[in-house]
């Protein structure tokens, strides 16, 4: 069975860093990019950063970029995004996706999100 796992998320303080991570199990990440969105309540998804296959090809969103990083270990079938410097508009359950393009909304391979709360 093909799936995504992430962990990390965490209640802390503005200013504070997380690393989430994206674990994939039954397939292995090499072949696909993949990508970290976000919902926070009553808002809609919205696409965070993607990684290329490569890990060479990176993007993220105005809101995040200078803040958060995605990398991949291919070798530990895992992506992670590092997020420093958070605000409370991050709060949000992060969600990562897998596709052989940038994911999207219409992306077959889906986790099932873990919380971040910026808080203090």
């Known amino acids: 069975q093909l799936q995504l796992v992430e962990s990390g998320g965490d209640l802390v303080q503005p200013g504070g860093s997380l690393r989430l991570s994206c674990a994939a199990s039954?397939?292995?990440?090499?072949?696909?990019?993949i990508g970290w969105f976000r919902q926070a309540p009553g808002k809609e998804r919205e696409g965070v950063s993607c990684?290329?296959?490569?890990?060479?090809?990176?993007v993220y969103a105005n809101s995040v970029k200078g803040r958060f990083t995605i990398s991949r270990d291919n070798a530990k079938n895992t992506v992670y995004l590092q997020m420093n410097s958070l605000k409370p508009e991050d709060t949000a359950v992060y969600y990562c996706?897998?596709?052989?393009?940038?994911?999207?909304?219409?992306?077959?391979?889906w986790g099932q999100g873990t919380q971040v709360t910026v808080s203090s």
């Open positions: 996706a897998a596709d052989y393009g940038c994911p999207t909304g219409e992306s077959t391979y």
């Open positions: 039954g397939f292995t990440l090499d072949y696909y990019a």
């Open positions: 990684i290329s296959r490569s890990g060479h090809s990176k």
